[in-house]
């Protein structure tokens, strides 16, 4: 579970989960460029040294991706948090409507103090700050994996070609068996019928060349279908390596498209929420010019001017920090339910454990 107050923490432990896993997989990668080397050969203790590491490497993933996950839902909920904060902005609260009982003018400068104290854009640059750390730790391992893919994808490629090769022997040496079995028997039958003894020699030394190539060719085959085994084995193994690397870059396009669109969703949300803000603002001089004909309550002035004056400035300066050409609404709300839907079908899980949490709001 994660707040605003343990994010620090959750995103350090995520660093180290992220850093753990790079340092296995260097490792495996490593051996899988070594081994797709035609010279090298590997036993079953590295197998299972290999496997166990392969094996770490997947379930730390999960970890992972699972923090990060909780991490994006937990700034989804401090997001929801902050606009119901805003929202109550645009009213007075009840202390203030006790005070407008002797002076509206009171009440309305009341409100007007509260809003400019308010940073009405911190707790958005805030989320946007973490936002942007988990990015950077995205974008970094996603880096990372993008060219560790590409080579044990290669070097598995290799494998594979080198296994082809090993059963392309292993099919020759097996048919050239075949042809030796009824070699050896006409020759044996030949022996059998000899009496000539110089003839019987000469048979005799056939016989043992065949033989002799006949049980090399039978330790060869011995040899290649181990050699075939543990290639198919090494095969096995690293295309679960790869798979899990494809997985990973997956996942991590999942999770930064998310946050780039979510990024861009608060900026309009509370930008919104601002405007709104002046709106209210807005409707109070209104009221006064209609209810007072050309003069103007100047507290509800300097409360539609503090509004607005503290949004331009805040809002201003997330939009130049973050350098968006920032499309319509509608489109953002469209990429964002595309970005949700896919989230969703990854981390379902990860949700549900969410929601069903007893979660503490910033």
Request: glycine share 4%.
């Amino acid at each position: 579970m994660a707040t605003l107050q343990n994010f620090e923490s959750e995103i350090e432990k995520t660093r180290g989960i992220v850093s753990q896993m790079r340092g296995k997989m260097e490792q495996s990668g490593a051996v899988l460029d070594q081994f797709a080397k035609a010279d090298t050969k590997l036993g079953d203790v590295n197998f299972d040294i290999e496997n166990a590491r392969i094996s770490d490497v997947v379930n730390q993933q999960r970890v992972m991706e699972g923090n990060i996950a909780d991490l994006i839902l937990g700034l989804e909920d401090a997001t929801n948090t902050f606009g119901a904060e805003f929202e109550t902005m645009k009213s007075y609260t009840g202390y203030e409507k006790f005070i407008g009982m002797f002076s509206k003018q009171s009440m309305q400068r009341m409100r007007t103090d509260r809003v400019r104290n308010m940073s009405l854009a911190g707790n958005l640059q805030q989320l946007l700050s973490k936002s942007d750390t988990i990015v950077g730790i995205l974008k970094e391992q996603k880096a990372v994996l993008d060219q560790r893919y590409k080579q044990s994808e290669a070097s598995l490629i290799q494998v594979i070609e080198r296994r082809k090769g090993t059963m392309t022997s292993l099919q020759d040496t097996q048919k050239r068996i075949e042809e030796l079995n009824p070699m050896l028997m006409d020759i044996e039958n030949k022996i059998a019928a000899s009496t000539d003894q110089m003839t019987r020699a000469q048979l005799e030394g056939e016989r043992s060349a065949l033989a002799t190539e006949y049980n090399q060719k039978q330790a060869k085959e011995q040899e290649l279908l181990a050699e075939s085994q543990t290639l198919e084995r090494y095969t096995s193994m690293f295309q679960t390596f790869v798979d899990s690397l494809n997985n990973q870059i997956a996942a991590q396009n999942t999770l930064i498209n998310k946050l780039t669109i979510d990024t861009e969703q608060r900026i309009v949300l509370y930008k919104a929420l601002e405007d709104s803000l002046k709106t209210a603002a807005q409707q109070d001089v209104a009221h006064k010019i209609n209810t007072l004909g050309s003069q103007v309550d100047t507290a509800a002035e300097e409360t539609m001017a503090g509004i607005g004056s503290a949004s331009q400035r805040h809002i201003g300066d997330l939009l130049e920090m973050h350098e968006k050409n920032m499309l319509s609404t509608q489109d953002i709300q469209r990429r964002k339910k595309l970005a949700d839907d896919a989230f969703a079908r990854r981390f379902q899980t990860v949700m549900d454990k969410h929601n069903s949490a007893n979660y503490v709001k910033p």
